[in-house]
């Protein structure tokens, strides 16, 4: 840690592009602050105190600090060592607490209730198109998940078709498991389309990503160490995902070396495998036509940070301009942060609005019919921004539109 802090020089080009500094102002508060005092704490010369904590926590890990940075410095993993010493020394705080035990102690009992809580909860919610809910008491309080009945994972193993051009396993992560089931029927159904064969292994876990962000790190290791040994037993050409803060956890798991030397050689294998759907399509199979959507749609994309990261920038908006009767509108400043950040979003919930309310702005620029991105968590908070905007735009996984267009045109594809 102390060669990553050391690596910082204290340039300042990270304030450009923070999303927290922008709406609190303050040093501690950009990149540069954070490292400084992360380090303090790291190296035992200043005590993790709750102003400490409270400072870093405000840190989204979106990156966007590191894809400015001149020196390279990874500003993810000092957040990441410091969270891990929080953890240890004062606990995780009790709304991600509960959220990580359901996802890592309790997903078999979560995914047995999925169904009958997908029936419950019409009676104090209302939906929205996109997989959203407001409570039908206030319809200005936060937009929250619908679960989508029984979780995706129970419902598909495999999709064969005859001579396939790639055999693919699909990861789902959590949200498309238990939430965006329309999302992977999307992924499978497209890919089948383009001639793969798609395997969904059902022993698949959680990526670990929110709980390397949280500082469980334990945990995380564990789910890491599960997924490769799934993951390595199939023999794909490929491994696709279709959520952005997935992709990052899959690319990187050759990158923390608490997982152990045996299982850093198996990813080390499986990262060459790993692409993002919109990255597959276009760089493996070489789409370069798609069939039309139903009736002229207005479309805008917004960047997600960490799918922008990997380099996944280019690739979505050229599928959704390839579909007939979609008219695609860029709106002002894609790339910056919508404030979601997975957890971060409910432990930092007014900061997270306002750093959104910035992003509505430049949707509402546009004015677009439908508001696309490649994740599930991004595409959940722009909705929360949109439904306070009294704004009807849907809101919709990329993928799910291209599914649209070819599902209204059967011939379509193979």
Not at 209 to 214: E, H, I, L, M, T
Not at 345 to 365: C, E, G, M, W
Not at 375 to 384: F, S, V, W
Request: proline share 5%; charged share 20%; with cysteine.
């Amino acid at each position: 840690m102390k060669n990553l802090i050391d690596k910082c020089n204290r340039c300042g080009f990270c304030r450009a592009v923070c999303p927290s500094l922008a709406e609190l102002g303050w040093e501690s508060a950009s990149a540069r602050g954070r490292i400084f005092l992360a380090g303090r704490v790291l190296s035992g010369k200043a005590p993790l105190t709750a102003e400490v904590v409270a400072r870093l926590d405000q840190c989204l890990l979106c990156r966007n600090c590191m894809s400015v940075c001149p020196v390279g410095a990874k500003l993810d993993q000092i957040i990441m060592a410091f969270r891990r010493l929080e953890a240890e020394e004062l606990g995780v705080a009790k709304g991600k607490k509960v959220i990580l035990g359901a996802l890592a102690d309790h997903r078999d009992l979560l995914s047995s209730l999925a169904p009958a809580a997908s029936m419950l909860e019409h009676i104090p919610f209302k939906e929205r198109a996109s997989n959203g809910a407001v409570f039908r008491l206030n319809k200005k309080a936060r937009v929250l998940p619908m679960m989508g009945g029984k979780p995706f994972l129970s419902q598909v193993q495999s999709v064969e078709v005859d001579n396939p051009l790639k055999k693919v396993a699909f990861f789902t992560g959590c949200h498309i498991n238990f939430v965006g089931i329309n999302v992977g029927r999307s992924v499978i159904n497209v890919l089948a389309r383009n001639g793969c064969s798609v395997w969904v292994p059902s022993a698949q876990v959680c990526c670990g990503v929110p709980f390397f962000a949280s500082g469980e790190i334990d945990k995380a290791v564990g789910m890491v160490r599960h997924n490769i040994d799934v993951l390595s037993r199939l023999d794909a050409d490929a491994i696709v995902y279709a959520c952005g803060s997935c992709g990052t956890g899959l690319r990187e798991w050759a990158g923390h070396p608490e997982v152990g030397p045996e299982y850093l050689e198996k990813a080390k294998g499986l990262k060459g495998k790993i692409f993002e759907i919109g990255e597959f399509l276009i760089d493996q199979l070489g789409v370069k036509e798609l069939p039309a959507l139903p009736k002229p749609t207005r479309i805008t994309y917004h960047d997600s940070c960490h799918l922008a990261f990997t380099g996944v920038k280019e690739q979505p908006r050229r599928l959704l301009k390839m579909m007939g009767n979609a008219e695609y509108v860029e709106m002002p400043d894609a790339a910056t942060c919508c404030g979601s950040a997975g957890l971060f979003s409910v432990t930092h919930y007014p900061l997270s609005r306002q750093i959104n309310d910035k992003k509505i702005k430049s949707i509402l620029a546009v004015r677009p019919q439908v508001v696309t991105s490649g994740c599930p968590g991004c595409n959940l908070h722009i909705m929360d921004g949109l439904n306070k905007a009294d704004n009807e735009a849907v809101v919709s996984h990329y993928i799910e539109l291209i599914n649209n267009a070819y599902e209204c045109t059967p011939e379509a594809g193979q």
